[in-house]
């Protein structure tokens, strides 16, 4: 179980994060609020990405700096800024090299492959937003995470891709028991899949 007690980040003198505290168990939790409410500043401090001000993450009542530090974690963001240049199988390559044995290749190229049809030879600049959201989360998948975090994966989707998303979302967490925790400010997205919603804004649950 994975709670999180106090969390608060400051940016200058306003509040991103206000005093929030929540406890995850498993199954597909939904954060949901406008834009500029605090979900991606959340996640980014759920995630190790920024340090936040006050506050502390426990994992089964162990207090814990960084949650990679105790679980297996799959972290996608909006900002998949990579080389334009680059191809994927090279791309692919780099991130096996960096995970060594918890990069499972069987699972990564079921996703790429099989469920999302991709192709190793486009480079990064070819890819559409679809695929680019279908490539990262091939490769956040091959960890075989216990907890995955997204942040807005269905921004910017067409309506089918989105489908095709977020049915991955559903079942890698029903099948696989993994947890999923993943932002939008897409009401019939998180209504689809989430078994909890979160509603946050100003920092604060409400």
Not at 17 to 45: H, M, Q, R
Not at 54 to 72: A, S
Not at 140 to 154: I, Q, S, W, Y
Not at 179 to 185: R, T
Request: aromatic share 10%; hydrophobic share 40%; glycine share 6%.
């Amino acid at each position: 179980m994975l709670k999180i007690n106090g969390l608060t980040k400051n940016f200058k003198k306003v509040k991103a994060i206000d005093n929030f505290s929540f406890e995850f168990k498993n199954g597909v939790y939904g954060l949901l609020g406008p834009n500029g409410a605090g979900k991606s500043t959340l996640i980014k401090c759920m995630c190790g990405v920024i340090d936040a001000d006050e506050g502390q993450l426990e994992v089964d009542d162990q207090v814990v700096k960084k949650l990679d530090d105790v679980l297996v974690l799959g972290f996608m963001n909006q900002d998949q800024n990579v080389y334009n240049e680059i191809k994927i199988r090279d791309l692919t390559n780099f991130v096996k090299d960096v995970m060594k044995k918890k990069f499972d290749q069987e699972v990564y190229y079921y996703y790429f492959k099989d469920v999302f049809q991709l192709d190793e030879d486009y480079k990064m600049k070819e890819l559409s937003t679809g695929m680019k959201v279908k490539y990262f989360l091939s490769l956040e998948l091959a960890k075989n995470p216990d907890l995955l975090v997204l942040d807005e994966p269905t921004s910017g989707l067409d309506p089918i891709v989105r489908d095709e998303v977020l049915d991955i979302l559903r079942c890698v967490a029903k099948e696989k028991n993994t947890s999923v925790l993943f932002s939008s400010h897409i009401t019939e997205d998180i209504e689809k899949i989430a078994d909890r919603v979160i509603f946050i804004n100003n920092g604060r649950i409400v």
